[in-house]
């Protein structure tokens, strides 16, 4: 039995990813109590044995934040198999779906009276459990097809994913950087491919890019001190039951050396690593491609 335990931020997709997980087939329930937790799979252990479920619980439960450690530790020790999905975007995109759907923030009460005020506070109270989730998800940059596609990608197959899943993150400085991601990297400094002409019109996915970049020695030390710094990095995150480990490759566009350097690192670790999965996005790549 395969626990996830939805959380996050209000108006950050909870409901949204919800549906996708039922429409995988997880029982899937909104708003469970901390309390009933151990009792409901005490309960149902036997009948639901292969059976997948979807919890969301975040602070509409008054003592879900008060009681979610202990609770948690004893999920560990009692051997159930769960973990914690994260669910965040910005406050500007958190104000525009609050205002879209004009429903009212739950900590909106009391001396909080502004939207702004209540999303920094639940931002706040929920940073603990923010540091303890096993995967992080922003959702600013998503439409809810975008979000269920997310959550489709990530554990409609949860059987046939590895260990790890790593996930590269390409995109450009000038469109703003992925929160979602763990590590931020700068390849800035790398010799600009858009100033070749033959060059500008083509990707970093391309084979004409990643061999301009290969002729340069601070390319290949890159990739080797970030290889080797993954390297050590990643046993850490099998070690402490991470499934998700999201790494972002910025320059300043986002189509061209931070693709190149993505597809040059990830066929170098799939050499090497038989026991993660290795996820590509290059968020910006097909953007400003007018003015190419």
């Not at 151990?38 to 975040?58: C, G, P, R, W």
């Not at 914690?84 to 609050?98: G, H």
């Not at 080797?224 to 300043?252: A, D, H, Q, V």
């Amino acid at each position: 039995m395969n626990i996830v335990i939805i959380t996050g931020l209000s108006g950050s997709g909870k409901s949204t990813s919800l549906k996708a997980f039922e429409d995988i087939g997880y029982l899937s329930i909104d708003n469970f109590p901390i309390r009933l937790l151990l009792q409901f799979l005490e309960e149902v252990k036997e009948s639901l044995e292969d059976k997948n479920i979807a919890l969301v619980m975040d602070i509409r439960d008054k003592y879900f934040l008060k009681e979610y450690p202990e609770v948690f530790k004893s999920l560990k020790e009692k051997g159930y198999n769960f973990e914690i999905l994260f669910l965040d975007a910005r406050n500007d995109v958190i104000i525009t779906r609050f205002n879209q759907t004009r429903r009212i923030h739950p900590l909106m009460k009391g001396k909080i009276k502004s939207l702004e005020e209540a999303i920094e506070k639940e931002r706040e109270l929920l940073g603990d459990l923010k540091e303890i989730a096993n995967s992080i998800i922003d959702t600013s940059n998503f439409n809810v097809h975008q979000l269920r596609n997310e959550i489709f990608r990530l554990y409609k197959e949860r059987e046939a994913h590895k260990n790890l899943i790593l996930h590269f993150i390409g995109f450009g400085y000038k469109y703003g950087i992925p929160y979602e991601a763990s590590f931020l990297f700068d390849v800035r400094f790398l010799p600009n491919p858009y100033f070749i002409p033959s060059l500008k019109p083509l990707s970093g996915k391309d084979k004409e890019v990643i061999d301009y970049l290969l002729n340069f020695s601070e390319t290949l030390k890159f990739i080797e001190y970030l290889e080797s710094f993954l390297e050590w990095l990643i046993p850490f995150y099998c070690k402490e039951n991470r499934k998700y480990l999201t790494i972002g490759i910025g320059c300043t566009g986002g189509r061209h050396r931070s693709p190149a350097i993505i597809e040059i690192l990830s066929q170098r670790l799939e050499e090497k690593y038989s026991d993660i999965e290795i996820v590509k996005t290059y968020r910006d790549i097909e953007k400003d491609v007018s003015h190419l």
